[in-house]
Every structure is written in structure tokens, then in C-alpha cells.
């Protein structure tokens, strides 16, 4: 029963106005938080004990965080993980089942996201349960790679394959562990199974030495918490679309958009850096021992925090940022159509596969787009940076390093805050209008370059590596 303020609010409801916050923001910040006291209670009560009690446990935790944050409506991802498993249990390791896995999952997320689509960001069932999607496809693929000789799997693939059907509480508990249940990362059964095993540690029988390694990935998320909380207020989505900010000179609209951008991926990696911090804690962020011997907590890692602060280069933060789910979509989506024989158009699957997961709004699509044409554009000009010998020798120039640097970094960022309006404003409307006041900055910068670079080339490059290549 909620507890209610005189004023007929209840008390999360007067705390969040307090905060400036959304009742549903707190609900999920809350219960990213209250992660490190189950994982405590995990690794003092049921360490070394039966698995099925961790199971049970996650299975019990991750419906009662559902509830609070989502009501009954907890119950689409309690249809989805049951009918995953007779899925598995009734088709077995067929491509009829991954097919239909692939199909159900994908369908009933884009189900959710129509039905309950609104023009503003919105946290809701379908948040976690996108999560859960890519959860069931790995699962499903996983099982059926299972069924297959190891000669004909990847030294990847027998990493995560499953030799028999996972039972119905590996399942269930794999689904609903709070360490991954609201805002990912994502892992396999097959990890999960050894930490509720009691093998995923650094010291064979004993506890994971991970208190203070989870406390330093606590320690920047509340850092990065601290940061947003602090300058977000003065950076709002909304101010893009009003007439105070049109009437601002373009290169405050520029330096606007380029200084949101990086402070609004600020809240990602605040939830990341939490939860990781938690899956640190139970022993699933454990990855070995490093060439020195020193144990590696990086599992889950989902942000890698210096590169993602200093990488002057897209690809950089591309690879520093949701790295669980990016990998995830490289195994089961990019690698799994090797068969095309094209690495471009397998890309271009893989990132409009992770536009349709992310929402039915265009402005997913925009964004997915831009990505892909700023990546091919920064490998083009690399490659042009490296085969000629003048660019070689102004970039390798000590005294024009830095310079160097601060310009990249700038429009680095300013393209990174360009490709990410569509991106959190949605509807075409909107974008429209943002891209409208800077010019198409973005999209003027990058279809010139992709008609310029040929000519550069012929250019910069001396004709004997033209002949090379």
C-alpha cells in the first residue's frame, strides 16, 4: 500500500516533484539501488548453496521490482519469458524455433512500443522488456548452437553455447536477476548458471573478492549521477524547440547541441555504471585473470569510461558505449550474416535491426542512418590520413597534436549531439525542426566529405599506393 503525504500525493510522488524528477524515473533509480542489497544478501545466504534457491531468490526479487515499477502490467514480461520456454521445450534446437523466437519476441516488443507510443520519452513495461527481447533471441540461438559439432561453431559461439534445455527456473531466474532486469547488460544462461552455481569467482569455492571493485563502479555512477542531476536542468530537450533558442546565433545552436548531447548520455551511464557495479557484486561481472594474475571485472561492463571521455574518434565512443548490447547484436545479428558476403551490408542489418529495437519513432531510424554514414566517413578518411604522407606528417607533428585534438573532439561532439536530436526527440517533427535551425550542419559535413573524399584521395595519395590497393 503506498504510502500518502498530507497533500493526497503519496511520498514517491512528492520526493520525485522534490527532485525535479518523474515518480517513474525515481521507481527505476531506486531499484537499480537497491541491486547491492541483494547482491549482499546473495553472497552472505545463498553462496555455495543448491542453485535453485538463487533462482527461486532472482525469480521473487525480479517480480516484486517488476510490480513496483510497472503494476500488472509486469505481466507482458512474465507471458513472454513463460512462452520462451516452451518455445525451447516443444520445437528444440530447430531453426523453426529460433525463427520463432526471433519473430514472437521481436513482434510483441514492436506491439508494446505502438500501443503505448508517445511523443516524449516515457519510462514503462517496454523499457525492460527490451531488454528481455534480446535476452530470449540469445537464448534461443544459444540452445541451438548447442545442437551443432564444435568444428562448426566459432571459438565465440562455444562460449555461450548450452549443451542441454535449460529447465524452467534457469529460465525464469536468468529473465527476472534485478542485476539485468530493468536496464540490462546482457549476458548468457550460461554465465548466469555459473554464478548461480557458486563457480563464477576468482577463488575456487569462496565468495568473489568484488566488494571493492563493484564499489568503484558505484562510485562513478553516482559521479555521473551527481554531474547530470547538476547540469541537465540547464540543458533540456524542450529548449531545442523553442523560438528563444531559433533565435540564438548558430554557433551558440552548434554549441548547444554539442554540450547536450554529451551531458544527456550522462543518465546511460549513470544506470549502466549502477548495475554493473551490482553484477560485479554476485560474481557475473568476473572475466578471468588478466597476464598478470590479477582477476578482470569487466563482464558487464557496459561503458568504458576513459575511452568514452577521450576517444576523439565516433567509432571510439561507438565501442565505448552499451557495449553488452553492441556485442550482442554483432554475435546474433552482424556475424550471423557472414553468409551475405558484404561486412556494409551486414552492418546496415545490424544497425537497422538496433533502430527497430530501440522504437517504431523515426527518429530511431535517422539516428541508426547517421551512424552508419559517420562511421563509413571516419574508416574513408583514417584510411586517407594513413596513406598519405602529408596528412602522416602533419598528424605525427608534436606541436600540432593538440590543436589537433581539441578540433577532432569538437566535431566529434557536435556530430555525436547532431545524430543524437532524432534520437531523443522522436517524432520528424521535431528533429526536422532542430536540424532546420543549424543548417543540416551534420548531413551538409557528411555528404560533402562522401563526394569529396574521392578526390582527396587522387590528391593526397601517391599514385604508386593508389596501385597497391
Known sequence: MAVTAGTG???????A??????????????SIFIGYPLALFQRWYLFGKEAHLTYLFHIITGLLLSYFNFGYQMCHFLLCVV??????????????????????????????YYYTATDEYDIKWTMPHCVL??????????YYDGGKAQDQLTNEQQQFTLPSVPSFLQVAGFSYFYGGLLVGPQFSLKRYQKVAEGTMTDVKGQRPNSLMPAAKRLSL??????????????????????DQFLAQPFWYRCVYITIWGKIMLYKYLTCWL????????????YNGMDASGRPQWDACANV???????????????????????????????????FLGNKIISQAAALLFLAVWHGLHSGYLICFSLEFLIVVLEKQIIELVHKSPLLTQLTSTPALNLPLYIAQQSIHWLCMGYALVPFCLFTWD????????????????????????????KVLVPRKERKVE
Open 9 to 15: 500525493q503519496t511520498l514517491l510522488q512528492e520526493t
Open 17 to 30: 516533484e522534490a527532485l525535479g524528477s518523474s515518480e517513474a524515473a525515481l521507481r527505476l533509480i531506486l
Open 133 to 142: 527481447t534480446l535476452k530470449m533471441i540469445g537464448l534461443v540461438f544459444d
Open 274 to 285: 549502477v548495475t554493473e557495479g551490482v553484477c560485479i557484486l554476485t560474481g557475473m561481472g
Open 430 to 457: 521535431k528533429w526536422l525542426r532542430v536540424f532546420t535551425s543549424v543548417c543540416f550542419i551534420g548531413h551538409v559535413l557528411f555528404f560533402s566529405l562522401l563526394l569529396l573524399l574521392p578526390y582527396l584521395h
Open 83 to 112: 512462452l520462451q520456454f516452451l518455445i525451447l521445450r516443444l520445437m528444440g534446437r530447430t531453426i523453426t524455433a529460433v525463427f520463432t523466437s526471433f519473430s514472437f519476441q521481436m513482434i510483441y516488443l514492436l506491439a508494446g
Open 221 to 242: 555512477g553516482f559521479i555521473y549521477l551527481s554531474v547530470y542531476a547538476i547540469i541537465s536542468p540547464y540543458l533540456p530537450d524542450s529548449y531545442l524547440l523553442t
Open 304 to 338: 568504458k569510461v576513459w575511452l568514452f571521455e577521450t576517444t576523439p574518434l565516433f567509432t571510439g565512443t561507438i565501442a565505448s558505449f552499451n557495449i553488452n548490447t553492441n556485442a550482442w547484436v554483432a554475435r546474433n545479428v552482424f556475424k550471423r550474416l557472414r
